[in-house]
Structure formats: structure tokens, C-alpha cells
T-cell receptor, first 116, second 117 residues
Framework: NAGVTQTPKFRILKIGQSMTLQCTQD?????MYWYRQDPGMGLKLIYY???????DKGEVPNGYNVSRSTTEDFPLRLELAAPSQTSVYFC???????????????FGNGTRLTVT | GENVEQHPSTLSVQEGDSAVIKCTYS??????FPWYKQELGKGSQLIID?????GEKKDQRIAVTLNKTAKHFSLHITETQPEDSAVYFC????????????????FGKGTKLSVKP
């Protein structure tokens, strides 16, 4: 199993450009998440999904959009990139709610995005 | 909402020494506390977790303690090794068995642990 796969690994965007961060998992997990990690700030939840066709906002959703058309894929869309969106983005998945304890988060290796 | 504070932000120890990382949480309803390890260039991995009905949990060289009254929990790593060098994140969440809140994890800011050979 590949686990959680994110692409691209690195990207530089100009202000106002748009892009989609791809995330796919092959573990048949119901729950998927997008986090951003800023230096010294920990992981902040952007959006999450509890199953195909269902998405919900996390702590910091502004400036982002997501979709969940299949169980496997959970792309994150940036429509008008801003310098404040410079960060490392992590996609994660879990079989059920991460708070259950027997359903740990499985993270991808991250996408380092710079907006200039 | 929940707020998780983590200290220290950086920690340097000699190989073989112990390392302790502490976290405090604000919401007394939180009942699940995992610790994740993030190695350089990789995503985080769960290393140990504890529920509020348990005061301590141990897995080989790693242990976690929980003080519900004081609302803090700690990660203890004994006999540290160079491969323990990483960023460690604590987290807290509320799991409701009635299926209410999804109980998303709230993470601390992380501790960069360096183990010197």
C-alpha cells in the first residue's frame, strides 16, 4: 500500500494564481483532512471530509476549497493565492473519527508551497 | 474552543538521557490525547496516545502521563537515541460516543527534539 500520496512536493506560485494540491489514499479510509503547518505554529485543520460527497470547514478554511467525489481523492484548491498561504500542506486520512483513538491519522509527506 | 499549549519548543539532549515534553489543554471535556512524531521531510506518525480514563501509558521507551485535574499531559522518552530526533506534536480532542462532534484534533505547536550522539 502506498498510504497517503500528495502531489506536488514543492510549488512556487505568484500572487493571484490558482492551483490544486492533490491527495489520494489507498487504505479505503472514510475520513480525510487537509492541514497547514507554519513554522512554530503546529498543524491547523483547513477542511475535512467524513466520506465521499461530504466536506466541512476546519479551523482555517478561508481562501481554500475542497471536494470529495471519491473515497480515495481529496483535492485542495487555492483560487487566488496570497503570501499568507505560504506554508507546508499535509493531507491525512483515518478510518473513522481521529478522536476515537483506534483510528490514527495517516499523513502524506507534505507539499511545500511558496506564494510570492 | 480547545487550546493546546506545548513546551518546550526546542529540546536538546545527549544520547541515553531522558526527554520530557509537556502540554496543557483548556477544555476539560477533552478526553483523547495523542502524540505524533514528524521526521524531517515526512508526515507525522502516531507514536502513543492516552484516554482520560487512564493516568499513564507506556510503550517500550515511550510513556505518556495525564493529569486531568491540572489539564496537562506529558511525553517521556527514556534512553534517547539519535533516531528519536524529530518534531513531536501533542494533540487533544473530544470524542463523544453519541456521535455528536466529530472531535477533530487540536495540535500543539510542536517540540523539536535533537538527540546528540
Amino acid at each position: 500500500n502506498a498510504g497517503v500520496t500528495q502531489t506536488p512536493k514543492f510549488r512556487i506560485l505568484k500572487i493571484g494564481q490558482s492551483m490544486t494540491l492533490q491527495c489520494t489514499q489507498d487504505m479505503n479510509h472514510n475520513y480525510m483532512y487537509w492541514y497547514r503547518q507554519d513554522p512554530g505554529m503546529g498543524l491547523k485543520l483547513i477542511y475535512y471530509s467524513v466520506g465521499a460527497g461530504i466536506t466541512d470547514k476546519g479551523e482555517v478554511p478561508n481562501g481554500y476549497n475542497v471536494s470529495r467525489s471519491t473515497t480515495e481523492d481529496f483535492p485542495l484548491r487555492l483560487e487566488l493565492a496570497a503570501p499568507s498561504q505560504t506554508s507546508v500542506y499535509f493531507c491525512a486520512s483515518s478510518y473513522s473519527a481521529s478522536s476515537r483513538g483506534n483510528s490514527p491519522l495517516h499523513f502524506g509527506n507534505g507539499t511545500r508551497l511558496t506564494v510570492t | 474552543g480547545e487550546n493546546v499549549e506545548q513546551h518546550p519548543s526546542t529540546l536538546s539532549v545527549q544520547e541515553g538521557d531522558s526527554a520530557v515534553i509537556k502540554c496543557t489543554y483548556s477544555d476539560s471535556a477533552s478526553n483523547y490525547f495523542p502524540w505524533y512524531k514528524q521526521e524531517l521531510g515526512k508526515g507525522s506518525q502516531l507514536i502513543i496516545d492516552i484516554r482520560s480514563n487512564v493516568g499513564e501509558k507506556k510503550d517500550q521507551r515511550i510513556a505518556v502521563t495525564l493529569n486531568k485535574t491540572a489539564k496537562h499531559f506529558s511525553l517521556h522518552i527514556t534512553e534517547t537515541q539519535p533516531e528519536d530526533s524529530a518534531v513531536y506534536f501533542c494533540a487533544a480532542s473530544i470524542h463523544r460516543v453519541d456521535g455528536g462532534s466529530q472531535g477533530n484534533l487540536i495540535f500543539g505547536k510542536g517540540t523539536k527534539l535533537s538527540v546528540k550522539p
